[in-house]
């Protein structure tokens, strides 16, 4: 059985830039609050209409937040990210895909297991669904769109397979993996 992750509007749309959103779909089972799909499916905004399509077609489920009263700590968030995370609690998804700062903390401080875009070329490549190039190519596109702090970078270049077990396509889990876990290069955007 496929993972079930709940992704945020930043993440869908930074791996829809970047041209990985089919990819992460067919490795997981996809799902996204009623905020977050009616932010990703504002009519003229890029990608609006392949989010229309993938909610048609089954590769983004919606998720229900639920009438969970309790929001303890995640009043400052946004619609979406308050949902995903509501959904998360009600226990329908095994894990959080979430690039909106303020959200990441509330999962840390929530205990609820989140990984951003920027893991999701390395967790493809490992699982053999991409090639080094194009892991190499996507991440440091990523780099350029996304907002990472330097640690959270260093952590995505170097991390290994073990590190991120329970993020692994669960199809991919206990194979052995025949791909390179050499950490990614990492192009200084300040240079």
Not at 65 to 92: F, H, M
Not at 99 to 123: F, M, Y
Request: include cysteine.
């Amino acid at each position: 059985m496929m993972k079930c992750v709940l992704i945020d509007a930043s993440s869908a749309i930074l791996l829809y830039k970047v041209g990985l959103f089919d990819s992460v779909a067919g490795a997981y089972r996809l799902r996204a609050a009623p905020a977050v799909i009616r932010e990703i499916t504002v009519p003229n905004r890029r990608g609006a209409s392949a989010f229309a399509r993938a909610c048609e077609i089954g590769a983004l489920l919606p998720a229900d937040p639920g009438s969970c009263l309790d929001t303890g700590g995640l009043t400052s968030l946004g619609d979406g990210e308050r949902e995903t995370l509501l959904a998360y609690r009600s226990g329908q998804g095994d894990f959080v895909l979430i690039d909106d700062g303020r959200g990441a903390a509330a999962c840390r401080s929530g205990g609820i297991p989140h990984i951003n875009a920027l893991l999701c070329p390395r967790l493809l490549h490992w699982t053999g669904i991409i090639d080094r190039c194009a892991c190499q190519a996507v991440f440091s596109r990523l780099l350029q769109i996304g907002r990472y702090s330097e640690p959270v970078i260093h952590f995505a270049g170097t991390c290994t397979p073990e590190m991120l077990s329970e993020f692994l396509p669960t199809d991919f889990q206990h194979r052995k993996m025949q791909v390179s876990t050499r950490p990614v290069e990492i192009h200084s955007l300040n240079n």
